[in-house]
């Protein structure tokens, strides 16, 4: 049943009054400086310099500027009444050469961050890892390399000791399925490579590295301190109920949904599922088993869509494809995706199931529409209704008794979107990127009424 605020007057307090309310952004897409005060190249400045990339030939030399802008986007926050910001660290402008070498300009820039906020009433939340690997690291492999778990200990570790005793919510890594996946496999993000040789050694070492990441930051911060870290997530149909579609949903499910989360719970690799995985077994060394498993306080779920999955023989290892929105005749962002608020719900439900899971958080959702200033406003009427019907499907599920505890909108401030570059405007706030002129969306002003 798909509920509407029409149906149900959405209110903060349904939610109950420790229900975490927030909005996200990340490091690469927003910050800019690229170089600025000793920061390295990351595989996503690299890759943003390559010819067809990125859509227009954009890049997020600039972004935001929130490295610059950084106290006046933190004063937004706290106008629109928003408690929490999820915000993540830049690797190389902690460790420009990827380790070894502190970079203390980096460490100062963060310490303001997290201090203003602090200071604004604003709690921060810390996402280690947003996909800005060291260029200097993916040159000796990136994920495929083993050494990339003793790599990522190390940057953890500096930011749990640098960090730790102001941030008391930690989330290790963001959706490892997308920059895995569209990095190591299909090569449409940063690095760029393809194919299973690269994908299947990334994911077990992305997956070690998480469970790492917990420990170091459980031994190094206060016992207080809540340690998540975040997933992508569809729900997934099959196209018809035919066996073979069936079966085809089941393999996607397993790539899209299951792939992490599962050995991270101690449930191993999906690969019964998706035999196409069985190689993750030649980079096992004895004992990562163990190994692969941490126990968090949360996990963060990202749910936009859902996918409707079909039988394809054409398609290697998976033989799988997703029924495009544009030719099922739904409503799409401008992200070409299908607006389904049930997703949502039924993605905290399937990850609730898991006996292993004690919270969950939304740490993103969010949508992309061609948002425009007209006389100083700029009125997102599909943005405000995809917000509102989302945030019902949470209360929904939460009323069932789901371990829902938060829910954060992606994003702040319209931002470099990746492959996409500018094109995808996702802000409660519009930006217009040639003056840095920020103007809160009607959205944003409706979500700063129901939080206050």
């Not at 401008?334 to 949502?344: G, K, Q």
């Not at 905290?348 to 992309?368: F, W």
């Given at each position: 049943m798909?509920?509407t605020?029409?149906?149900?007057?959405?209110?903060?307090?349904?939610f109950?009054?420790?229900?975490?309310w927030?909005?996200?952004t990340?490091?690469?897409?927003?910050?800019?400086?690229?170089d600025?005060d000793?920061?390295g190249?990351?595989?996503w400045d690299?890759?943003t310099?390559?010819?067809?990339?990125?859509?227009?030939?954009?890049?997020?030399?600039t972004a935001c500027?929130?490295?610059?802008l950084?106290e006046?986007?933190?004063?937004?926050?706290?106008?629109?009444?928003?408690p929490?910001?999820?915000?993540?660290i830049?690797?190389?402008?902690?460790?420009?050469e990827g380790t070894?070498?502190?970079?203390?300009?980096?460490?100062?820039?963060?310490?303001?961050?997290?201090n203003?906020c602090l200071?604004?009433?604003?709690?921060?939340?810390?996402?280690?890892?947003?996909w800005?690997?060291?260029?200097v690291?993916e040159?000796?492999?990136?994920?495929?390399?083993r050494e990339?778990?003793?790599?990522?200990?190390?940057?953890i570790?500096?930011?749990?000791q640098n960090f730790?005793?102001?941030?008391?919510?930690?989330?290790?890594?963001?959706?490892?399925?997308?920059?895995t996946?569209?990095?190591?496999?299909?090569?449409?993000?940063?690095?760029?490579?393809?194919?299973?040789k690269n994908f299947?050694?990334?994911?077990h070492?992305v997956?070690?590295?998480?469970?790492?990441?917990?420990?170091?930051?459980?031994?190094?911060?206060s016992?207080?301190?809540?340690i998540?870290?975040?997933?992508?997530?569809?729900?997934?149909?099959?196209?018809?109920?035919?066996?073979?579609?069936?079966?085809a949903a089941?393999r996607?499910?397993?790539?899209?949904?299951r792939l992490?989360?599962e050995p991270?719970?101690g449930?191993?690799?999906p690969?019964?599922?998706?035999?196409?995985?069985?190689?993750?077994?030649?980079y096992f060394?004895?004992g990562?088993?163990?190994?692969?498993?941490?126990?968090?306080?949360?996990?963060?779920?990202?749910?936009?869509?859902?996918?409707?999955?079909?039988?394809?023989?054409?398609?290697?290892?998976?033989?799988?494809s997703?029924?495009?929105?544009?030719?099922?005749?739904?409503?799409l962002?401008?992200?070409?995706?299908?607006?389904?608020?049930?997703?949502i719900y039924?993605?905290?439900?399937?990850y609730?199931?898991?006996?292993n899971?004690?919270k969950i958080?939304?740490?993103e959702?969010g949508?992309?529409?061609?948002?425009?200033?007209?006389?100083?406003?700029?009125n997102?009427?599909?943005?405000?209704?995809?917000?509102?019907d989302y945030?019902?499907?949470?209360?929904?599920?939460?009323?069932e008794?789901?371990?829902?505890?938060?829910y954060?909108v992606w994003t702040?401030t319209d931002?470099?979107?990746?492959?996409?570059?500018?094109h995808?405007?996702?802000?409660?706030?519009h930006?217009?990127?040639?003056?840095?002129?920020r103007t809160?969306?009607?959205?944003?002003?409706?979500?700063a009424?129901?939080?206050?």
């Amino acid at each position: 049943m798909e509920l509407t605020d029409r149906e149900i007057h959405l209110s903060k307090d349904l939610f109950g009054a420790d229900f975490e309310w927030g909005v996200s952004t990340a490091a690469f897409q927003v910050e800019g400086s690229h170089d600025a005060d000793g920061k390295g190249l990351s595989v996503w400045d690299v890759f943003t310099t390559k010819k067809g990339k990125i859509l227009n030939g954009d890049h997020a030399q600039t972004a935001c500027d929130f490295y610059n802008l950084y106290e006046r986007d933190i004063d937004l926050i706290k106008e629109l009444n928003i408690p929490n910001f999820r915000f993540s660290i830049s690797w190389t402008r902690i460790l420009p050469e990827g380790t070894g070498k502190i970079n203390q300009a980096g460490i100062d820039y963060y310490n303001r961050v997290i201090n203003y906020c602090l200071k604004q009433g604003v709690e921060p939340w810390l996402t280690v890892y947003h996909w800005d690997l060291p260029h200097v690291l993916e040159v000796k492999g990136g994920w495929t390399n083993r050494e990339a778990i003793t790599w990522f200990s190390e940057f953890i570790t500096i930011c749990a000791q640098n960090f730790g005793d102001r941030v008391k919510h930690w989330m290790v890594m963001n959706e490892p399925v997308v920059f895995t996946g569209a990095g190591y496999f299909f090569g449409i993000h940063a690095p760029g490579r393809s194919g299973m040789k690269n994908f299947v050694p990334a994911i077990h070492h992305v997956t070690m590295s998480i469970a790492e990441g917990g420990r170091i930051l459980r031994r190094l911060l206060s016992s207080t301190t809540q340690i998540g870290t975040t997933f992508s997530c569809s729900q997934i149909e099959p196209y018809t109920d035919k066996p073979r579609d069936i079966a085809a949903a089941v393999r996607a499910d397993a790539l899209i949904n299951r792939l992490y989360i599962e050995p991270l719970l101690g449930m191993g690799y999906p690969i019964k599922d998706l035999p196409a995985l069985k190689d993750l077994k030649k980079y096992f060394y004895p004992g990562d088993e163990d190994k692969l498993r941490f126990d968090f306080d949360f996990i963060g779920i990202q749910n936009y869509t859902r996918e409707i999955i079909k039988y394809s023989f054409f398609t290697p290892y998976i033989k799988a494809s997703m029924v495009k929105a544009e030719k099922r005749g739904v409503d799409l962002t401008a992200m070409r995706w299908e607006v389904y608020p049930p997703s949502i719900y039924h993605m905290i439900k399937k990850y609730d199931a898991y006996p292993n899971v004690k919270k969950i958080i939304v740490t993103e959702n969010g949508s992309a529409f061609p948002d425009e200033v007209t006389d100083g406003e700029v009125n997102d009427p599909k943005r405000l209704k995809y917000l509102k019907d989302y945030i019902a499907q949470v209360l929904k599920a939460k009323n069932e008794g789901c371990k829902v505890n938060g829910y954060f909108v992606w994003t702040l401030t319209d931002n470099f979107e990746w492959a996409e570059g500018y094109h995808p405007r996702f802000g409660l706030i519009h930006v217009d990127h040639a003056t840095q002129q920020r103007t809160v969306k009607a959205s944003g002003r409706w979500y700063a009424e129901f939080l206050k």
